[in-house]
């Protein structure tokens, strides 16, 4: 059950590594040391939102990795991700800490959205 209402709360978790990757922080609730090539940093001030942004990693281009976040429990794990090609590019910028909920996201995670979902499991079973 535990796992049915991880992944009924999928939505809330993948919105949560979004903000996360929004902010440069990595699953290990530390930012990310990446810095920008200088053409990149002139390439950015075309763009706007997220994509200009050049002070810290945001992993945003087209926002495609961003829509296509994902977040399934397989077995004993949680396992996040992105359904796009630039999963290993991203990973490998943030030293394979970039898809995870940090550790304190990870405990509102499970008090704002995973626990709810038990609860109502748990009174669907016993028919409360």
Same mark, same amino acid.
């Given at each position: 059950?535990?796992? *049915?209402a991880i992944n009924l709360s999928h939505t ?6 979004? =903000? #996360?990757?929004? #902010?440069?922080? $990595? %699953?290990?609730?530390? @930012? ?8 990149? +940093?002139?390439? $950015? /001030?075309? @763009?706007?939102? !997220?994509?200009?942004?050049? =002070? &810290? !990693? ?9 829509? /296509? !976040?994902? @977040?399934k429990v397989s077995g004993e794990k949680v ?12 990973? $490998?910028?943030?030293? =394979? %800490?970039?898809?995870? !909920?940090?550790?304190?996201? %990870? *405990?509102?995670?499970?008090? #704002? &959205?995973?626990?709810? #979902?038990?609860?109502?499991? +748990?009174? *669907?079973?016993? /028919?409360?």
């Amino acid at each position: 059950m535990a796992a *049915e209402a991880i992944n009924l709360s999928h939505t809330a978790a993948e919105d949560m590594v979004a =903000s #996360q990757l929004a #902010q440069g922080l $990595k %699953k290990d609730g530390t @930012m990310s040391n990446f810095v920008y090539s200088p053409f990149t +940093v002139e390439a $950015k /001030k075309e @763009m706007s939102g !997220l994509a200009a942004i050049t =002070s &810290h !990693l945001t992993n945003y281009d087209t926002g495609e990795s961003y829509r /296509k !976040l994902y @977040m399934k429990v397989s077995g004993e794990k949680v396992i996040f991700g992105t359904r796009t090609d630039k999963e290993a590019d991203i990973s $490998k910028r943030m030293n =394979s %800490k970039a898809f995870g !909920l940090a550790p304190e996201n %990870k *405990e509102e995670f499970i008090r #704002q &959205h995973a626990q709810g #979902q038990f609860n109502r499991l +748990v009174r *669907e079973l016993i /028919k409360l």
